[in-house]
């Protein structure tokens, strides 16, 4: 097996995460299976439970774990399918140290950081590559060199590079290079950080440059020179619009030259769809088709906590070579307003993505109805789903109080918890997590769709369409049209397409499994209805 382990100096948010996807692009690209690892330093076992204002979107696997965005980052740029035990937090190590140690397998031993939180940590990376089968495991460790949560999972990868074959283990290090007023390129941030890291027994072997614009060439030899790398060594990644250029960028500034030599990696032919993958999207982005929609959302200043509903329309966008351009609308500012078609005169289409709580909610149902009543192309995602089927109730089906039990108490909760998911709540679990089958109905615009009758999704709710309430709702024309296998949980909610352009909500996620060369279909299809409407 071999490693490739990525940190990051200088500051948070340098686009570690897509370097590493990058890498891990590039290396598949060139045939090689590869395995992805994010190490989170935080002490909390999960995502879960994280505040998407602080950390951007919760993203959820397969599995139904809830983990850092980053690992979105890796299964769009590689397309892969990752589970828990690829996302490795302090919280998941020490729980796994401190139960072993009440279990008395320790032996009456000390336990301490180093050596038994390191060993539970080598064990899990080296657990986790060798069960994939890949060639190369990736590893990146999130947050910056010198804090003091990744100093274990630090000293753990030093220990792994000494105990495995020279060749197989790199260290890649991502620092930024800042520009001063006179447009100088400064290394000294890129010295220190290194320098941190050689205090710790790690040397890197790459160093990949963040900045503005590329690394003049004696920056990148002065860089070489201080950090005790090679020139071919020092990678310049400069800000680029569309982040899936960035394995291209690497590609073509060598690195995976010099990570082959290092690692004795086998030149091979590279795959050139990401390549073609990526023309499309300068083509369309250059194109005069342009979209506009509408993301009516709750934390609508914070895009990041919808990245990969963006991401997704991307990927659509890309396929339909079109331009997209999103207007962010703030849910509770509809809320006082009578007339809001002020806000929408100007888009081909309204999303409604998911969301928690009562703050918005109306705004939310508000353009809701507004895309119903006006014949705007609307897509709902899991709450959106929910807030759709609620004005329905209240305005096709006339139950005027219809709510969920979840924003407040009404007569008609027709978005309501299933007896199944108290017992799941009472049991210490939240939510819905994770892939489910979906069917979907013959005959109806999902059905075209997905050209499937059997489909799977990500799931992450808690409350249910309330069966009591599906045939009152469900008429002129508004159907649901997938559920679970049971017919219990309502999946899809649809207008049938004689009466509505385009209206299609989900209690899933689609989002969670669009990929670059593969989009979601309901984003690809409420992105062909917007076109319709242009
Ligand atoms: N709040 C809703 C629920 O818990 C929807 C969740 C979501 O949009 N992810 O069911």
Redesign the pocket.
């Known amino acids: 097996m071999k490693y490739i382990v990525v940190t990051g100096g200088v500051m948070s948010g340098l686009g570690k995460g897509i370097t590493m996807a990058s890498i891990g692009r590039i290396l598949k690209n060139h045939g090689y299976k590869i395995v992805p690892i994010k190490i989170d330093p935080y002490i909390n076992i999960d995502a879960g439970t994280m505040n998407p204002y602080q950390h951007g979107e919760v993203y959820v696997l397969a599995d139904g774990a809830e983990v850092d965005l980053d690992l979105g980052h890796y299964e769009r740029f590689m397309d892969v399918d990752l589970r828990r035990e690829h996302n490795i937090t302090t919280g998941v190590v020490y729980s796994a140290v401190i139960e072993r140690e009440r279990k008395g397998e320790y032996l009456g031993q000390t336990v301490q950081i180093i050596p038994h939180v390191t060993n539970e940590i080598k064990a899990r990376i080296r657990g986790v590559a060798e069960k994939s089968g890949a060639d190369i495991c990736l590893v990146e460790i999130g947050g910056t060199v010198g804090d003091i949560e990744s100093m274990p999972f630090l000293e753990a990868v030093r220990q792994m590079k000494l105990e495995e074959h020279e060749n197989d283990f790199l260290f890649v290090h991502v620092t930024l290079v800042p520009f001063t007023t006179m447009r100088e390129q400064k290394t000294k941030p890129t010295q220190h950080s290194v320098k941190a890291l050689r205090e710790l027994g790690l040397q890197p072997d790459i160093i990949v440059c963040r900045g503005k614009e590329a690394l003049k060439e004696d920056v990148k030899e002065k860089i070489a020179m201080f950090c005790n790398v090679s020139p071919e060594a020092v990678i310049s990644a400069p800000d680029t619009e569309d982040i899936y250029e960035v394995p291209l960028l690497l590609e073509r500034e060598g690195i995976f030259f010099y990570i082959m030599e290092r690692m004795q990696l086998e030149q091979s032919k590279e795959d050139p769809a990401w390549g073609k993958m990526v023309e499309r999207r300068k083509k369309s982005a250059s194109g005069d088709k342009l979209i506009r929609i509408a993301i009516v959302g709750k934390y609508a200043e914070l895009e990041d906590s919808y990245l990969s509903i963006k991401e997704a329309i991307k990927h659509a966008a890309t396929e339909l070579e079109c331009r997209v351009d999103t207007k962010w609308i703030e849910a509770e500012d509809l809320e006082e307003e009578k007339e809001i078609g002020s806000f929408f005169d100007d888009v081909h289409g309204i999303l409604v ?5 009562v703050r918005g909610a109306e705004g939310k149902i508000k353009s809701i109805e507004y895309a119903r009543e006006n014949k705007i192309p609307f897509l709902g ?4 789903f ?1 807030l759709a089927v609620i004005e329905a109730a209240r305005n096709v089906a006339g139950l005027k109080d219809a709510n969920s039990s ?1 924003l407040c108490e009404t007569p008609h909760p027709v ?1 309501d918890l299933l007896e199944e998911q108290r017992e799941v709540v009472e049991k210490g679990g939240t ?1 819905r997590l994770g892939d489910y089958e979906v069917f979907v109905r013959r005959d109806t615009l999902a059905e075209r769709i997905y050209r499937e009758n059997k489909i799977v999704e990500r799931h ?5 369409v309330n069966p009591a309430y599906i045939e009152q709702i469900e008429r002129e024309g508004v159907i649901f049209s997938g559920t679970d296998r049971s017919g219990t949980r309502m999946e899809i909610l649809e207008i049938s397409p004689d009466m509505h352009p385009f209206f299609l909500a989900t209690q899933f ?1 689609p989002e969670f499994r669009s990929r670059p060369n593969k989009p979601s279909p309901p984003f690809k299809a409420f992105l062909e209805g917007c076109m319709q409407k242009h």
Do not use: N, S, V, W
């Open positions: 993505p998911g969301g928690f709580g995602l899991c709450f959106g929910q979840e978005i939510m992450r709710h808690r409350y249910e996620h």
